[in-house]
């Protein structure tokens, strides 16, 4: 039997570089396991140049990756999502769509590294340090047992209906 994979969306306001590297490395590490996504509230149009350096050095094809509004994972036809997680301040505190299916949602705050000033060795240094820092937090969330997952799935669905008593 196989396992389920599980649908991910990283928003982001941009959606330049924080959430693409996470759509990207959560792709390329997860062996199956999780599909990866990402949009932006008010996407910048484009992938940041060093964002795409980034994803490049840890091998991911870069030819998928685009910068997209999260209304195209808000609709009835879109992808389930199991879990929405934003990484940056200020996605997690605007209005978020009504996600089809209420996914389990979490927010892991990361610099804007679109925002470091500097030489070209200064940026792309910020992005390394997102970079890792991403990394940090999604080595322990794809490590998660299956078990583990469907326990927090259910948990938020449950949570939602309001049957849920610990």
């Known amino acids: 039997m196989s396992e389920k994979t599980y649908n991910v969306l990283f928003l982001c306001t941009g959606n330049s570089s924080r959430s693409i590297m996470a759509e990207a490395m959560l ?3 997860s062996k199956g396991r999780f599909h990866a996504y990402s949009a932006g509230s008010h996407p910048a149009g484009k992938v940041h140049p060093f964002a795409l350096e980034q994803i490049s050095s840890i091998g991911y094809p ?9 209304g195209e994972f808000a609709s009835a036809d ?16 605007e209005v978020c769509p009504i996600w089809p299916g209420q996914p389990v949602s979490a927010h892991w ?12 060795a200064e940026i792309r240094h910020a992005f390394a340090k ?8 999604l080595d322990p969330f794809q490590a998660l047992p299956i078990e ?16 849920f008593k610990p």
Do not use: Y
């Open 62 to 70: 870069l030819n998928n990756l685009r910068s997209k509004p999260w």
């Open 130 to 137: 997102v970079c890792r820092e991403i990394k940090i937090r």
């Open 109 to 120: 705050s990361f610099a804007d590294p679109a925002l470091a000033a500097g030489t070209d």
């Open 27 to 29: 792709n390329a590490a």
């Open 148 to 163: 583990k997952l469907e326990k927090l799935t259910l948990k938020h669905e449950l949570d939602q209906i309001g049957d």
């Open 78 to 93: 879109a992808p389930h999502m199991d879990f929405v997680i934003t990484v940056c301040d200020k996605a997690a505190g």
